[in-house]
């Protein structure tokens, strides 16, 4: 089976410079999205459930942000990473 999908990767550059921050993280934003290759076509001829319970046009989405804080703005928190995972398909 071939892999169907999307990624792209955007960084944001100093989020909260322009609300005057000492020193502002550095956030990048990471979306990837896969379709599965069973029961693939458009919207309207790829509905409903098949005998195995799948559904057509189903899709994972997951979207990743990553913040990274410097060292001089006086935290220990040094960033991490935010997910939100998002799985659909047509009935």
């Given at each position: 089976?071939?892999?169907?999908?999307?990624?792209?990767?955007?960084?944001?550059?100093?989020?909260?410079?322009?609300?005057?921050?000492?020193?502002?993280?550095?956030?990048?934003?990471?979306?990837?999205?896969?379709?599965?290759?069973?029961?693939?076509?458009?919207?309207?001829n790829a509905r409903g459930l098949d005998d195995a319970?799948?559904?057509?046009?189903?899709?994972?989405?997951?979207?990743?942000?990553?913040?990274?804080?410097?060292?001089?703005?006086?935290?220990?928190?040094?960033?991490?990473?935010?997910?939100?995972?998002q799985v659909r398909g047509s009935i």
């Amino acid at each position: 089976p071939v892999v169907q999908g999307f990624v792209q990767l955007r960084e944001l550059g100093n989020f909260g410079a322009a609300a005057g921050a000492k020193d502002p993280p550095q956030v990048s934003l990471l979306l990837i999205a896969r379709r599965s290759c069973r029961r693939a076509g458009t919207r309207f001829n790829a509905r409903g459930l098949d005998d195995a319970g799948e559904v057509g046009n189903w899709v994972e989405t997951e979207q990743l942000v990553h913040i990274r804080r410097g060292p001089q703005d006086g935290s220990s928190d040094p960033g991490g990473w935010l997910s939100l995972a998002q799985v659909r398909g047509s009935i």
